[in-house]
């Protein structure tokens, strides 16, 4: 590995913006495959009792997989394997790589077969008449194998992202959603009416085995290769873990908060057991913002502000966690604007079919609501956490974390009773705006007070301007087409779909004539796509 010359920083922005845009661009894809998926899901099963005993089951190894796996392994990992890369030292990242990639597979391995043991003991006794324990119990075990899956994955696209490859691994998920779609709609008339679930669960488990070769075949592209070896006397194999384990802490309360929402929406009465099946394809039209924006922008720029604080570089930390907060905001105030005034039609439009009905829509548009609100401050949540991350100060966001879960739990207690679902998610919505100000007030102090903050402040009021025009121009002119082109799937894709081009146009329009320079950095970037066509 020779020396290569530092890149100046209208390159270094062009590149991360480059990448940025390619990350966002299949993050959409995917995120649209999502709701694909989730959509014909929804037509399967609606949001009855078993689609609720699919959704603990599939949280339950999703969570295992973060506390122990996947993003808290990303995380902890990237910083160290990436400082390695940066001294030259390209033949001990490697090995390092190999060791932890064995260690994984033996310990994630042994808590998957201990998490199938479980499953079979806990969840029949936790069931009863808000879910069905037996049925959640067995589909937890088809898909438990996913926490060791998740965990190889996530280390080795830790690689590819210290190498800025964006691509495989912005793709995999794509495909990892097509796979679920194909075999959910083959395998789906395979069981009998009871226990056709089982289908959407091998899907899951499949689709995730073909993602890690994805990912896999990826690495030959800097031309990695996995060593037969475990060094655990290797300083940086205990250095990876010693970050690991608050990163799995805090990570690990922030995934509780869907458990948590899912728990407490099969107590809420009236509405038998739907609760957290709509809690759940709520959060999921809420990640399509959320992935396709700040997913994109904290992920490009991870390895980047890891980089930065390796060589020590605090001015430039300071601009691009900025400018990534000023992204953020750019792209999801808008999109939260939108959500908040349209969450019925775009629940109606995207869900009500087959067995989801009416009552499904309401229940799901009044959880999206609040979600909406949550959006922008989740987003920024994501990209601060991440600098921690870099600056491997990860201890700084667990303890914020376990102080937000508190937060969370308190008020989704007090308000689930009164308002129902919108009392969860409420707490949720609360537990994320303190989380977003006692972060960014921790990194202020850190910058020694200098976060770029007022100018922060004065472009995100300008961007709340403008989002809140064009919310409501997209509210009026899906109201007056709606009344003329009524709820058929053909006419909601036209209301629905006019009502968001205006808003997104008078938007655009608008943040550029504020002048606003991540909007221009946008713009430049499209035009120069086009001008290279």
Do not use: C
């Not at 932890?100 to 006794?125: C, E, H, K, Q, Y």
């Not at 775009?346 to 829509?361: D, K, M, P, W």
């Not at 100018?455 to 064009?470: D, E, G, K, P, Y």
């Amino acid at each position: 590995m020779t020396d290569t010359p530092p890149e100046g920083p209208s390159k270094r922005r062009r590149r991360i913006a480059s990448n940025t845009a390619i990350f966002a661009v299949f993050t959409a894809v995917s995120r649209v495959a999502g709701l694909v998926r989730e959509i014909i899901a929804a037509g399967f099963y609606g949001t009855s009792k078993a689609a609720s005993a699919f959704t603990i089951a599939s949280q339950i190894p999703n969570l295992m997989a973060n506390l122990f796996a996947q993003a808290a392994l990303s995380a902890a990992f990237v910083p160290v394997f990436t400082d390695l890369l940066e001294q030259n030292r390209k033949r001990e990242a490697f090995k390092l790589a190999s060791s932890l990639f064995w260690i994984i597979l033996v310990v994630l391995g042994s808590i998957t077969v201990l998490g199938i043991v479980l499953a079979g003991l806990i969840l029949p006794a936790l069931g009863g008449r808000n879910f069905d324990g037996d049925l959640a119990a067995t589909l937890t075990q088809i898909m438990f194998p996913v926490v060791l899956i998740l965990g190889l994955t996530g280390m080795l696209v830790g690689i590819l992202q210290s190498y800025d490859e964006f691509s495989i691994p912005a793709l995999a998920p794509v495909v990892w959603n097509g796979v679920i779609i194909v075999l959910l709609v083959v395998l789906h008339s395979h069981f009998s009416h009871g226990h056709s679930i089982y289908a959407y669960a091998i899907a899951w488990l499949v689709a995730t085995v073909v993602q890690m070769l994805m990912i896999t075949s990826a690495l030959r592209r800097i031309d990695f290769r996995l060593r037969f070896e475990v060094d655990w006397r290797d300083p940086r194999v205990r250095q990876v873990f010693g970050l690991m384990l608050p990163v799995t802490v805090g990570l690990g309360i922030v995934n509780l908060d869907a458990l948590i929402n899912s728990t407490f929406g099969a107590l809420v009465h009236g509405i038998h057991g739907q609760g957290p099946r709509a809690i759940q394809l709520a959060f999921l039209i809420y990640m399509l913002p959320q992935g396709v924006f700040s997913v994109a922008v904290s992920t490009v720029l991870f390895p980047t502000l890891s980089r930065q604080a390796s060589r020590r570089e605090p001015a430039a930390m300071r601009h691009t966690l900025a400018n990534g907060m000023r992204q953020i905001n750019l792209l999801l105030i808008p999109a939260a604007g939108g959500m908040l005034l349209l969450a019925t039609p775009i629940t109606r439009l995207v869900f009500q079919h087959g067995s989801f009905n009416a009552e499904s829509t309401r229940l799901t548009a009044e959880a999206l609501r609040w979600f909406a609100i949550s959006l922008p401050f989740g987003g920024l949540n994501l990209l601060l956490t991440r600098t921690f991350f870099a600056l491997q100060r990860p201890w700084i966001p667990t303890s914020l974390a376990a102080m937000n879960m508190i937060v969370d739990i308190i008020v989704s207690i007090a308000l689930y009773k009164p308002f129902g679902i919108a009392g969860l998610v409420i707490g949720t919505a609360v537990a994320n705006m303190v989380m977003t100000y006692l972060q960014i007030e921790r990194l202020r102090i850190g910058f020694n007070g200098r976060l770029e903050g007022g100018q922060t402040l004065m472009i995100t009021v300008r961007i709340f301007v403008a989002a809140a025009l064009a919310a409501a121009l997209a509210r009026g002119v899906w109201a007056v087409t709606d009344g003329i082109v009524g709820h058929s799937i053909a006419g909601q894709l036209v209301s629905v779909g006019l009502a968001v081009a205006a808003g997104g146009a008078l938007y655009a329009k608008a943040v550029l004539m504020m002048r606003i320079p991540e909007a221009r950095q946008i713009e430049a970037l499209i035009m120069s796509r086009l001008r290279a066509r």
